[in-house]
């Protein structure tokens, strides 16, 4: 025999064991690290491109704001029904010092207020006639169908420039210096001619100082709309020309607002970032080399090889010590069982383990030690013989047999199923986990406090402890007593030992094993009535049996019950949600049986509990733990339990939900309504058009839109339309009546009524007034 030949075989397996698995995490520790790094790095810049956007978005709306409360000051409105001069030094002087003002709400560098009716222009500077300045870029803005929009150019609004000067930014060979905000004067409709025109301009330099990141490994730029960056440097553009292409295109494409893709730019491979913006449909960009991303994982590589290195070289030492520790009790075997058997020459022999499988077969087992064996393993098949008599895997017909081989009671004149459940493990000393511990426990009581002749193996099977009783008397009556008094017994042992309450359901008294699976499913039934009795109880199914079956009324009384609790969550109202749901468990509970069907009814009411929180967007698994919830409604065991897991899993966690949701959807619905009432003031709208357009039900915009603004729906479209005829009776020529249908009042009554109601004057009178003032 070749002696040493397992012992190669272990250290050659030790090796292979330690280096592949070091090989194999090595390697892909190494790509998965690279891949972190660059996802970290895209992450980081892609947070710093959001930062960028929302500070530039935050500026231009800063500036937004500011032309609208500028261009509904008191003091803009009575200018531009004036023909300004040299000698309204007053006027000009306090118009020039509000347009300085409004450099301190943000970073501007010109302001021009133009008068299109009287042909003056205003800018931070100086008072000039419209007729010295460049009209063409005013023609060019008048045409435009926006009231209120962005424009770029190059440089000051200057008297020589010609229309196609003023449109080079849009070009690929030049780079826009300002960028400029226009309103037209007033904000009429589209068809409406406008008196005038503010403008707002900033440098786009002062644009591009916000787009520069904190890290310098990144390059960021804007594109507007038509895909252009249209604040870069020219050389910038073409640079990067290929990529604002790709930009645009994927946008196009995949209709998201942002992602990330890698390019190559001037040779060299970049992960490029973009953003959408919503604000003005602007794209911000962000490029950083790749090698740059990448710069770190040369050194993740270095160190995850020397690793690797370090990890094969210990294991190779530790496979040579350890092999020959493992091989010594290998060579004793092998030593023993060459004492027992002679070692023979044998050249098939490949290794020492046939040699001591060949020595230990020759050794024969006793039959006492088979014996032995066969008697500790008695108790186990006893089990698993009950089990299956239980699970209908075995018919029971031949029971002589069986109590013969199994050592099981017999001459018995009656059978009985007797089924145990813990109660309220939340309210003693255990854990819900433990109940599968403690039903063992119950089960080793039940075998200590039974005599083997009056009983079968107990056994514990779908979370209760199952045990088949036997006794003597033939006569139902009589076996069933018995019973009862053996279930006080044994419930008394398990209040003694752990406790704990346990309740306990009887079946019929029979003769046969095969009717063994009708009786648990007997006791099981009685078993079921704790969730009207409540818990530690005893029950026969006897004293069920003739109970009737639930009457159609209670069924619908139910569903009537389900609908106002479910009304109840929408409304957000928990207490009335918990009140509702006492009367629902007494009607479920206390009614025509329905006690056996009341897992499939709770379900229901579970399903519908979901159903409210999944369709506001949120999915199942945000409220419960996947199939371990609905395991655990199936094993709730009191009405306690019921009331608790229903109260703390579904009502408390959807009515969070929705009042959060809520809070967040009073701000969209009221933001909504204004821009309908400013956009279709001049139509006939009402609530119930806004709560069709926006799909919301009349009287809940209505609560929501008064609680946000302190007024009524019709209070607020009232006031606004007046403001607008107001803003029409001093700014033009228009009749009372032609204003009143501007503004959706067919009956000039009612609209000179509504007028004078906010006002305290009457249309005539407020533009007599204002004629006066002027004169």
């Not at 787009?211 to 870069?232: H, K, T, V």
């Not at 186990?380 to 199994?406: C, W």
């Not at 409540?534 to 009537?560: H, M, P």
């Not at 999915?619 to 409604?633: I, T, V």
């Amino acid at each position: 025999m070749i002696l040493g030949t397992f012992k190669s075989k272990i250290l050659i397996y030790s090796l292979l064991l330690g280096s592949f698995p070091t090989i194999l995490i090595g390697f892909f520790s190494y790509f998965i690290a690279a891949k972190d790094v660059e996802d970290k790095v895209n992450e980081g810049n892609m947070h710093l491109l959001n930062q960028t956007r929302m500070r530039v978005e935050q500026v231009l709306d800063s500036m937004q704001r500011t032309a609208l409360q500028f261009e509904n000051s008191a003091l803009l409105k009575s200018v531009m029904d004036s023909k300004l001069s040299g000698q309204d030094f007053i006027k000009v002087r306090e118009l020039m010092k509000e347009m300085f003002n409004l450099q301190t709400q943000t970073i501007l560098n010109q302001v021009y207020v133009v008068n299109l009716k009287h042909e003056w222009v205003v800018d931070l500077n100086s008072l000039k006639p419209l007729e010295g300045l460049n009209k063409a870029e005013f023609e060019r803005y008048l045409d435009t169908n926006e009231s209120i929009f962005w424009a770029a150019g190059s440089g000051e609004i200057s008297q020589t420039a010609n229309p196609v000067e003023t449109d080079h930014w849009n070009s690929a060979e030049q780079t826009a210096t300002t960028l400029r905000l226009v309103h037209k004067i007033p904000l009429l409709s589209k068809n409406a001619s406008p008196s005038g025109i503010l403008i707002l301009q900033i440098t786009a330099k002062d644009i591009r100082s916000m787009l520069e990141p904190d890290n310098l490994r990144a390059a960021q730029y804007i594109l507007n709309e038509q895909g252009e960056a249209f604040l870069s440097p020219v050389q910038d553009r073409v640079a990067y020309r290929s990529i604002n292409g790709e930009v645009s295109a994927r946008i196009a494409q995949s209709g998201q607002l942002q992602g990330a893709f890698h390019a190559e730019s001037e040779g060299k491979k970049v992960s490029v970032l973009y953003a959408k913006s919503e604000y003005n449909g602007w794209t911000y960009v962000s490029v950083v080399s790749l090698d740059k991303v990448t710069d770190q994982t040369g050194n993740i590589a270095l160190i995850t090889a020397a690793a690797c290195f370090g990890i094969i070289v210990t294991v190779l030492i530790a496979s040579l010590f350890g092999s020959r520790r493992m091989y010594s009790p290998i060579r004793t075997l092998h030593e023993f069982a060459t004492n027992v058997q002679p070692q023979q020459a044998d050249g098939n022999r490949k290794d020492e383990f046939e040699f001591i499988r060949d020595s230990l077969t020759s050794l024969a087992v006793s039959r006492n030690e088979l014996d032995k064996q066969m008697k500790s393993q008695t108790v186990h098949l006893r089990e698993f013989y009950v089990l299956k008599l239980f699970t209908e895997q075995m018919s029971g017909a031949d029971d002589k047999y069986a109590s013969e081989r199994y050592g099981f009671p017999t001459g018995w004149g009656s059978l009985g199923v007797l089924q145990l459940e813990l109660d309220n493990l939340q309210q003693s000393r255990f854990q819900e986990q433990d109940r599968e511990l403690l039903l063992f426990a119950v089960n080793n009581i039940v075998s200590e406090t039974l005599p083997d002749e009056a009983r079968f193996s107990p056994i514990v099977l779908n979370h209760s402890q199952v045990t088949l009783l036997t006794c003597k008397e033939k006569d139902a009556e009589a076996a069933q007593a018995l019973f009862y008094e053996t279930a006080q017994h044994i419930k008394a042992k398990v209040q003694e030992y752990l406790g704990l309450e346990c309740s306990i359901g009887i079946s019929h008294p029979f003769q046969r094993l095969s009717d063994v699976k009708r009786a648990y499913k007997e006791s099981s039934a009685a078993l079921k009535l704790r969730f009207v009795l409540g818990s530690n109880i005893i029950v026969r199914y006897a004293d069920i049996e003739d109970q009737g079956s639930a009457e159609k009324t209670v069924y619908n009384k139910l569903r009537q019950i389900e609908d106002q609790m479910m009304l109840s969550l929408e409304e957000r109202q928990l207490g009335k949600v918990e009140q509702l749901f006492q009367r629902y468990l007494d009607e479920l509970l206390c009614n025509g049986g329905l006690y056996q069907e009341h897992q499939l009814l709770l379900l229901q009411l579970a399903s519908r509990t979901v159903s409210i929180a999944q369709e506001q967007g949120l999915s199942m698994q945000q409220l419960w733990n996947g199939e371990e919830e609905l395991k655990r409604l199936f094993r709730l065991q009191t009405r306690t339990e019921i009331a608790s897991w229903f109260d703390a899993r579904l009502f408390k966690p959807v009515i969070e939900i929705l009042e959060d949701m809520a809070d967040k959807q009073f701000v969209n619905i009221t933001r909504r309504i204004i821009e309908i009432v400013q956009e279709q003031y001049d139509r006939d709208i009402s609530l119930e058009y806004c709560a069709a357009i926006m799909n919301f039900n009349p009287a809940y915009i209505s609560r929501v839109f008064k609680k946000e603004m302190g007024v009524s729906f019709s209070e607020y479209l009232s006031e606004y339309r007046m403001n607008i005829a107001k803003n029409l009776l001093a700014t033009t020529e228009l009749k009372v009546s032609e204003i009143g249908q501007k503004v959706s009042y067919t009956n000039i009554s009612a609209f000179i009524r509504t007028f004078r109601r906010t006002f305290g004057v009457t249309p005539g009178q407020y533009r007599e007034q204002l004629h006066r003032e002027e004169g």
